[in-house]
Structure formats: structure tokens, C-alpha cells
């Protein structure tokens, strides 16, 4: 069984006061963040070690809102409570000390991690998965003071439902804008999902709305395939405005509800506004960060700043792997065996990375896009890839979203037991 709060602080007090217990502990393995990378690499650690390490996972929140799929409940295909998972059974049933509190700052000299309670915690070995955060400035005019008003939901919960209830809030033939991020960023295909969901729920609900997309990048991921159901399912209702058309240079106001785009200012009534991105920042704070990202061995998923530092999913940059759940999920299996292995000396096994990015563009018209990848010296790199074509018959589109669904229940019990 997993410790209280109240005994996990006193086990700790009695660590770092008693260094002979130190030398007689079992190694201990510290994971920061509870999402894709670090919630799989705890369960893992723990079933695959049976006992061996002491698994210690460090996550603020008491129940985990998965931004993937949270699209489909903008597009009111899910219900919000199924995107939420507990850490109970992590505990109960795998034995990880699930320690709900933020991390605030890592000491590499000493191993520690110190927490917002001010509980400092010694690890033999540290995974970070803090996922993304903001970088503030990237769209003029935006900051997270004003996120209420133009909301990212580019992170599982609460921003997620807000943006839902602006967009049931729309008036009638009212306009929906929606705020690109430049490269690179999580879930390539997600911002235009997104849309897609969007717009199916406004063909219902409202169906004289428009919607704009103000996007920085020449293409995005999976274009083809969206502009092309986009036109079938939404004609007229969607129009991107890209570089070319200043789409890298706008501005917004929060305050008024409008952009500023190429000297034209229009008014809006929901505006998504979806910023640039970074490491998540206890990865900056643990200074394992060059260019906003983490760079990490590809065989192994370890930090090239720090050999006893392992870096998951969208916190990374590690070669050709897109920013995704299945990216982290994969990645944590890579460096639950390596842990493993240099821990309590048990076979390590070559790395081998795989993701799908499955995408909703109306009902039952799913595509995917993925590939299979192994570590080079210099990177992870693709070594043979899939994407769904256009024109595929309605049959196969419904077989793909009924494999990301599949996907969806499998990845969470993974993750969380």
C-alpha cells in the first residue's frame, strides 16, 4: 500500500536524517508529472520491479484529465468525466507512493527534488514528464492572465470546459477564431481537429457560424485529409488564414474579443488562442533544457545534461517522434527497462519507439497518421510511416475511429492500471 502524506513526510525526514538508512533503502526512482510519460513509467517501474524500487510519483492534481480526446468532447462525442483517471489503483494495486503536490525545483549536485510543501525528496534516479508550458509573448496582445477570456484548453481540464460553454454560448451566426501554434508543439494534428470538432458541433447548434483559423506554419499535420472532409462536412463554414496572409503576424485583444491580422482588426466571439511552447518548466528549473526542450539519448530516453535524468514525451526533443500520449507512453517503456536494468541489473533491451495519432473530423470519419521508429546516434528517426488517404470509403473511416477508441481505453489502463 501506498503511504499517507503524513507518513511519506516523516519516511523522508527519517532519509535525510539518518544516513545509514540511506545505504540499506531500496533505490528509489522520483517521477514528475502523472500524464502519458510518467504515470506509464510508474506503473511499469513498479509491476516489472516487484518490489525492488521504490517508486515515488510526484503530481499535483488527484485526477488526470487527458488533453487527448478532449476534442471530442469540444465536438460532443465524449462525456468530460470519461477523459478523467485517478492514481488510486497506481497505489493501491502497484504499490507507487503517489505524492499529490509540485514539484518546485531539482538539485542534480545533491539528487533532490524539493516540493511546494517543502518536503525535499532524494532520488537515485529522476524522470521528468511535466508535459508543455507557454512561452509568454509568442502571440502579442496574449498572457495566461487571459486565459479566461481567450482560453488555451491546450492542457487537460478546467480550460478544456471553458472553452466548451464559450463556444454553447455563441450567438447566432457568431465567429469562432482559433489561434495556431507555430512548430513545434503537441499533438501536430490536434489544433485542426479541433476545428473539426468545433465545427460539428456548430452545424448542429449553429449553423450560419464561421470559423477562422489564424495560423504561423506554411502546412500542418494531416492537411490534406482535413481540408478535404472539411469541405464535405463544413463547406463555407471554414477559412485559415495563413502566413501568407498574416497569419504570422497578428495580434489579439483579449479585453475587446478581437485580432489584428495584416492592419485589420475583426471582432470575434470565442477566440482559441493556442501560443508557442516549451518544456514544461521544472525541466528549465532542473536546467536539462536547450532551446526551450529537452535533448535526450535516443536508445534510452536519458538526459544528455545529466546521466541520472531521464526526459519523456512532449518535454523532449529527441529526433522525429511528434509531441503525443502515444509518443510518451512508448518513450516510458524505453526508460522503465533502462532504469531497470541499471538499478537492479536486469536485462536491458533494445529501444524501439512506436506512435498513431488518430484525429475525428466528423461522425465516424477518423483518420490517423503514424510511424515506427529506432535510436540512432544522433536522434530517434522514423523507419517506416502510414497516413489515411483521401477518398477512403466511409467504412474504413468508421473502422479507424473505432480504433482510436480502442486505443483511448487501452493507452488509459496502461497509464493507469
Known amino acids: 500500500m501506498a503511504l499517507n502524506r503524513r507518513q511519506f513526510i516523516g519516511t523522508l525526514t527519517a532519509t535525510l536524517t539518518a544516513p545509514m538508512v540511506v545505504a540499506q533503502t ?28 521504490d517508486v515515488v510519483l510526484v503530481e499535483p492534481t488527484r485526477k488526470y484529465y487527458t488533453c487527448f480526446f478532449s476534442n471530442l468532447y469540444l465536438g460532443g462525442f465524449r462525456e468530460y468525466e470519461s477523459l478523467g483517471h485517478s492514481y488510486g489503483t497506481l497505489a493501491a494495486e502497484y504499490g507507487v507512493n503517489v505524492v ?21 525528496v532524494p532520488y537515485d534516479r529522476l524522470v521528468l514528464s511535466p508535459g508543455i508550458d507557454f512561452i509568454e509573448g509568442s502571440v502579442p496582445g496574449w498572457s495566461l492572465a487571459a486565459q479566461n477570456a481567450m482560453p488555451h484548453a491546450y492542457k487537460g481540464g478546467s480550460q478544456t470546459q471553458l472553452l466548451k460553454a464559450q463556444l454553447a454560448a455563441m450567438p447566432e451566426g457568431g465567429t469562432f477564431a482559433m489561434v495556431a501554434p507555430p512548430n513545434p508543439y503537441r499533438c501536430p494534428p490536434g489544433p485542426y481537429e479541433r476545428v473539426s470538432m468545433v465545427a460539428h458541433h456548430l452545424k448542429s ?5 464561421k470559423i477562422l483559423i489564424l495560423d504561423p506554419k506554411e502546412g500542418y ?16 463554414m471554414i477559412t485559415r488564414i495563413g502566413p501568407d496572409m498574416g497569419g504570422n503576424m497578428l495580434e489579439v485583444r483579449p479585453d475587446a474579443m478581437e485580432f489584428v491580422v495584416d492592419g485589420e482588426v475583426e471582432k470575434v466571439d470565442v477566440c482559441n488562442v493556442i501560443p508557442a511552447q516549451r518544456a514544461g518548466n521544472i525541466a528549465s528549473l532542473a536546467n536539462v533544457t536547450e532551446g526551450g526542450w529537452a535533448p535526450v539519448h535516443a536508445d534510452s530516453m536519458l538526459s544528455k545534461m545529466d546521466k541520472n535524468i531521464y526526459v519523456l514525451g512532449d518535454a523532449t526533443n529527441q529526433g522525429d517522434m511528434p509531441k503525443s500520449a502515444f509518443s510518451a507512453n512508448s518513450q516510458a517503456k524505453v526508460a522503465a527497462n533502462h532504469i531497470r536494468g541499471a538499478l537492479t541489473g536486469s536485462k536491458v533491451f ?14 465516424e470519419d477518423g483518420v490517423k497518421v503514424g510511424a515506427s521508429y ?15 488517404q483521401r477518398g477512403e470509403d466511409s467504412a474504413l473511416r468508421k473502422a479507424t475511429y473505432e480504433e482510436s477508441l480502442g486505443w483511448y481505453a487501452g493507452i488509459t489502463a496502461d497509464m493507469f492500471g
Do not use: M
Not at 529506432?374 to 489515411?388: D, L, N, Y
Open 26 to 53: 531500496r533505490p528509489r526512482v522520483v517521477i514528475i508529472g502523472g500524464g502519458a510519460g510518467g504515470a506509464t513509467i510508474a506503473r511499469y517501474l513498479a509491476k516489472d520491479s516487484k518490489g525492488a524500487l
Open 350 to 363: 533494445p529501444a524501439k519507439y512506436s506512435n498513431t495519432c488518430w484525429s475525428l473530423i466528423a461522425h
Open 374 to 388: 529506432e535510436p540512432t546516434p544522433e536522434k530517434i528517426a522514423s523507419v517506416q510511416g502510414f497516413i489515411s
Open 205 to 209: 447548434h449553429n449553423p450560419t457560424a
Open 100 to 120: 499529490h503536490d509540485l514539484a518546485t525545483g531539482v538539485d542534480r549536485d545533491a539528487k533532490t527534488v524539493t516540493l511546494g510543501s517543502g518536503v525535499v
Open 221 to 236: 499535420s494531416k492537411q490534406a485529409l482535413f481540408e478535404e472532409g472539411w469541405d464535405k462536412h463544413y463547406p463555407g
